[in-house]
């Protein structure tokens, strides 16, 4: 157990319908990321946070995808309209922004499967 | 553009040493960070390499050239339990891009 905590753990719905999930990182973590990872891939980076800004966003994140962290502690992703291609575990990570090192604390994710 | 190399399987025994590598093009580069994953868990950290040379912790060593845009994880004495995933993941400007992976076997 890393600290970060995500629920829920699976989620399963039908095409067209909107989820939303919830990441609380380690209390003390000012950096809040998301990523997505579809079996034999690598983490895909969605969005990141520091506080409550949200810094960056992925050029391959649909306008569907959307992120917040209102108070600079847990964080919500939602997908709205989801599509069978959106089926994949979704992971929370956090960090304490240091200019020379960064180390993420991933969650255990939200697999989402879409039908 | 962006783009991160590495290879996608390595089997070795154990007891046995191993390195992989991992090659990446990118902007705005801070550093570089290796990843293991086990089957059906999240990525734990293993290493940041923000300036060249070599980092180690244990078993497990990272080495960093920024000027060849290059780094390796070097893993000794290998155990049956590394068998996984290791990705590495390039931190920059605009993001944190993970390569696809390495799945290492250990074999007894």
């Known amino acids: 157990d890393t600290g970060v905590s995500q629920d829920p753990r699976h989620k399963i719905t039908k095409r067209g319908q909107n989820v939303t999930f919830r990441c609380d990182p380690i209390?003390?973590?000012?950096?809040l990321y998301w990523y997505r990872q579809t079996l034999g891939q690598g983490p895909e980076f969605l969005t990141y946070?520091?506080?409550?800004?949200?810094?960056?966003k992925s050029r391959l994140l649909s306008d569907r995808f959307s992120a917040e962290r209102p108070k600079g502690s847990f964080s919500t992703l939602e997908i709205q309209r989801t599509e069978q291609g959106d089926s994949a575990m979704y992971l929370c990570?956090?960090?304490?922004?240091?200019?020379?090192?960064?180390?993420?604390?991933f969650g255990p994710g939200t697999r989402l499967t879409v039908l | 553009g962006q783009s991160l190399e590495q290879p996608s399987e390595v089997t070795a025994v154990e007891g046995a040493i191993v390195q992989i590598n991992c090659t990446y093009q990118t902007s705005g580069f801070y550093g570089l960070s290796w990843y293991q994953q086990h089957d059906g868990g999240a990525p734990t950290f293993l290493s940041y390499n923000a300036l060249d040379g070599l980092e180690e912790t244990g078993r497990f060593s990272s080495f960093l050239s920024r000027s060849d845009s290059y780094g390796y994880l070097l893993l000794q004495e290998l155990q049956m339990k590394d068998s996984a995933s290791y990705f590495c993941a390039v931190l920059s400007t605009n993001d944190m891009r993970f390569g696809a992976g390495t799945r290492l076997t250990v074999k007894p």
């Open positions: 990570a956090s960090s304490f922004s240091l200019r020379d090192y960064n180390e993420q604390f």
């Open positions: 209390s003390e973590h000012n950096r």
């Open positions: 946070f520091q506080n409550e800004a949200q810094l960056e």
